[in-house]
């Protein structure tokens, strides 16, 4: 049996911080709902940032409670701090994925405050959410991410020793998953399985997920060096939309179609059905017009030669065929 | 000492197989010089294939000796038969880049006969080389390429042993390097390892090189796997042009550009001035407009943290600083 990779579609987050047209709050449910039927097992539906910052997000609590009524995925929801988490958990999310920045600079211009700060904040939602758990029937999985863990565009190199030294805090406070972002597109090959070995390493059994770009075109390549370091799960965008509003030349998340057809490829399963992804994609297309949208199936159509992969869970809701 | 990688750049020959726009000899030959001045060691700088099926390649005879005139990079042509190589090397032309396909399909569709008679083509050259050098100071390298290595959008899937079995004809005719080519894009990064692999076997002393399309956005993917099987030449094309006109779908070739900020992140020396490389490509893309060009380097400009690898080879002639 082919061993599982999680793709996690991160497009009604990530891919929407740079657009220039605001999607609809049902516009977005609609993206979830698809890439759920699809096959997607989680995805990242909005973020929890004051709707001043990104007013693109000032529907996030109606689109949290909306994916959660979807069901059929694990919605989820990027947070920069404990109220954020808060608006998440009570919109009905159960998957919050708080982020801060290796880079001091970064993190600075995210999220106004230092690295400490930030790792101090995550402290706050891991009580929060224990609190919850022992007075309620809530339970609550929180991920800590660590952007720009490859490199800066405010301030270049980050070492590695500072990204292993984040990982082990967020493990220590209680983290359920840790999140590497490759934010800005930096990382080549060798830096990526040189760090994802030694975070996975520190990680054990917590999972351990990647967030990459494709600023250079590195991107599947990344992935594919992260996949023989034994990273099971990645962050992608349908279309390769994406970006971070603080890092200045930062452009798309990887591909999700052109993910699963690279890790299927490579002989993992993912449950994902990449027809029904293009059909989405043609969807979001129409409603972002003038957009930047990457990805060679979408392209080229999908090879001759390429055979899905069965995937063993298939207890999972799935898009009846058609 | 950082180890060596050669970048070839083939955009004058595949990048303008499939544009709409007709360079003039003259464009072309500034694409060759200034890809030289750069520090790119081979171009292939046309095609000698018949003006009734490509009318872009009528200048070969033209761009061929203007190229080898110029000097400062080994200029190296493409050649489908015995009559390509003898109008090659009677341009001035000292290496011969000639291409069968491992697909049968694609052979027909290309060249017009089985790939078996399009190995017997290869002897006649052979033979005519070897003439020419016992009866003349005219020394010439030929190259033998296989085409469709990794699949073929017309018959699926090529046998790894196949390409194998083409791989060694041409080593016991006495080719002098082999060019593995993913003609429509369609090979992983676990096909490349396992059959790079075994080619590099077989191949000995022989160099060998791969020639890779990025219709999946596969492409770095792949050349950071062919660079871990120990594959140390790539053939790439600057704005990542190119196609194969009787390869459906197919797309671009890797982008020279990204191709060389890949290897030179990995911890290669190139020799080659990336930011020679983008204003070579402004150059193009002035000279071919509504083309697609690709590539991560060009639109978000180099890394904060990337450092250009010295290279060994001082002794090349190279672009002056400005």
Redesign the interface.
């Known amino acids: 049996m082919a061993e599982h990779v999680q793709i996690r579609e991160v497009g009604p987050r990530d891919g929407l911080q740079l657009v220039k047209t605001m999607l609809t709050a049902e516009q977005k449910l609609e993206w979830c709902r698809r890439a759920g039927e699809a096959g997607i097992e989680e995805v990242e539906v909005t973020s929890f940032v004051p709707p001043s910052v990104m007013p693109q997000f000032a529907d996030a609590g109606e689109v949290a409670r909306g994916a959660v009524g979807l069901g059929g995925f694990t919605a989820a929801a990027l947070v920069p701090n404990l109220k954020g988490a808060q608006r998440a958990i009570e919109a009905g999310l159960r998957k919050v994925n708080y982020v801060l920045s290796a880079s001091e600079a970064h993190n600075q211009a995210n999220v106004r405050r230092s690295t400490q700060e930030s790792l101090e904040n995550f402290k706050d939602i891991i009580d929060f959410r224990n609190d919850l758990a022992k007075n309620s029937s809530v339970r609550v999985q929180i991920a800590g991410g660590i952007a720009t863990s490859f490199?800066?565009?405010i301030s270049?190199?980050v070492d590695e020793s500072r990204v292993l030294e984040i990982a082990d805090k967020y493990l220590e406070m209680g983290a359920d998953e840790l999140i590497i972002a490759d934010t800005?597109?930096?990382a080549?090959?060798?830096?990526i399985r040189r760090l994802m070995s030694a975070v996975l390493k520190v990680a054990g059994s917590v999972p351990v997920a990647c967030h990459f770009h494709?600023?250079?075109?590195?991107?599947?390549?990344n992935?594919?060096?992260a996949l023989e370091a034994g990273v099971r799960a990645f962050d992608s965008a349908i279309g390769g939309l994406g970006g971070c509003p603080f890092a200045p030349?930062?452009?798309g998340n990887i591909?999700t179609e052109?993910t699963v057809?690279?890790v299927e490829?490579?002989?993992f399963s993912t449950g994902i059905d990449i027809a029904a992804l293009l059909e989405l994609r043609r969807v979001i297309e129409a409603w972002l017009p003038g957009e930047r949208f990457?990805?060679?199936?979408a392209?080229?159509?999908l090879?001759?030669?390429f055979q899905p992969v069965p995937a063993h869970d298939q207890r999972r809701p799935r898009r009846a065929a058609t």
Chains 1, 2 share one sequence.
């Open positions: 490199g800066c565009t270049g190199k800005v597109g930096y080549n090959p060798a830096q494709d600023t250079f075109g590195l991107g599947l390549a992935a594919t060096a030349g930062a452009s591909n052109d057809y690279l490829s490579l002989g990457t990805g060679g199936v392209r080229a159509g090879p001759k030669t």
